[in-house]
């Protein structure tokens, strides 16, 4: 056996722990599973005690190599308070708890970024090639889920290294009458400032629905004003008959938002030269796939004038893999074991 690392994944949902054999296999460096648990984030008060419930499961205490968990949240100084959780993590913690000589806090969006770079052909689905040839460069990463993530991967000549964002509080830059309309709808309903998480996320895509209908540009779909009245989120259902195009506003609302995330992730790659590529992550795009085809999703990315084409020539491509995240902990924490 390997050196064993530990890795992790922490949501405001779930926890997800693995310990992997951190292999150097013939086609380059690879992580073995040896185990791993998912846990219900708020059944447990600190990370540290459900920490140590994973680790008693299985003694594997003290032949652990390094760590590296990822967490919804801002790390500064090694240390993290988690978004949606009455947690403080600290790399100190995690060291101690797990016996590692290294452990390394990252942003989720972080991890998930650079398990990015390991992810076989199967976990990913196209939808730009480019004309580059080589995934060398920085590369950016843009996830519309709950909210809006972004990070990114700098390449530096040998290795890429990521980076956390919080770009997804940016402000949002409409780009068309339609767009600057929808700008002046949010405005009136957020009372000023207006991110691209108003706009790409779940709660973003139900934000682009109301404001079709509250403008006046189509009429209300029965089933989804059903569900608003019921006290639901009606992003899912928008999202379904968006899909199947038996709603016109409905499919409206997904290809204005289809079209969107296609131009934020043209301004990340601009604004990070991503020569590397750009991933598409998060839990809606594998979902609407069909949308990002029809919807401009490319046709935006695109549409960066004089630098078209630059953009031409950059990979595009959906992370299908929902286990990114606690991977790329997994790779980091191999890194961290060879220096």
């Known amino acids: 056996m390997g050196d064993l690392v530990l890795a992790g994944d922490i949501g405001g949902t779930k926890t997800v722990l693995g310990l992997f054999d951190a292999e150097e296999g013939a086609a380059g460096p690879a992580l073995r599973a040896v185990r791993e648990e998912r846990f219900a984030s708020r059944e447990h008060a600190s990370f540290d005690d459900l920490l140590q419930r994973f680790l008693d499961a299985g003694g594997e205490r003290g032949r652990v190599r390094a760590a590296c968990v ?65 995934e060398r460069g920085n590369v950016a990463v843009v996830a519309a889920g709950t909210g809006l993530g972004q990070a990114f991967l700098w390449w530096d000549g040998r290795r890429h ?42 709660p973003g895509l139900r934000n682009l629905y109301e404001f079709l209908r509250e403008t006046g540009r189509y009429d209300d779909a ?61 839990g809606i795009a594998p979902k609407i796939l069909p949308a990002l085809a029809w919807g401009g999703f490319l046709e935006a990315f695109l549409a960066k004038g004089r630098f078209t084409p630059l953009m031409e020539s950059i990979r595009v491509a959906v992370c299908l893999e929902p286990r990114a995240g606690l991977l790329g902990a997994g790779h980091y924490a191999r890194g961290l074991v060879r220096g």
Not at 241 to 246: D, H, P, S, V
């Open 161 to 202: 290294h990521p980076i956390a964002s919080e770009g997804g509080h940016e402000d949002f830059a409409p780009q068309s009458d339609l767009e600057i309309d929808l700008l002046r709808w949010l405005r009136a309903r957020y009372g000023g400032h207006v991110s691209w998480e108003r706009v790409l996320s779940g």
């Open 70 to 134: 990822g967490i919804a949240g801002a790390v500064f100084d090694g240390v993290s308070h988690a978004t949606n959780l009455p947690w403080q993590l600290s790399e100190a913690s995690i060291a101690r708890a797990t016996g590692a000589p290294r452990a390394r806090l990252l942003n989720d969006l972080e991890a998930a970024a650079f398990g990015m770079l390991f992810l076989p052909p199967e976990a990913v689905h196209v939808l730009h090639a480019g004309t580059r040839g080589d």
């Open 222 to 282: 029965p089933e989804v004003r059903e569900r608003i009245r019921a006290g639901g989120d009606p992003s899912p259902l928008v999202s379904q008959l968006g899909l199947a195009r038996t709603s016109e506003i409905c499919t409206a609302a997904l290809g204005l938002f289809a079209r969107l995330y296609g131009a934020e992730a043209g301004n990340l790659a601009m604004r990070w030269l991503a020569t590397g590529g750009v991933f598409v992550g998060g």
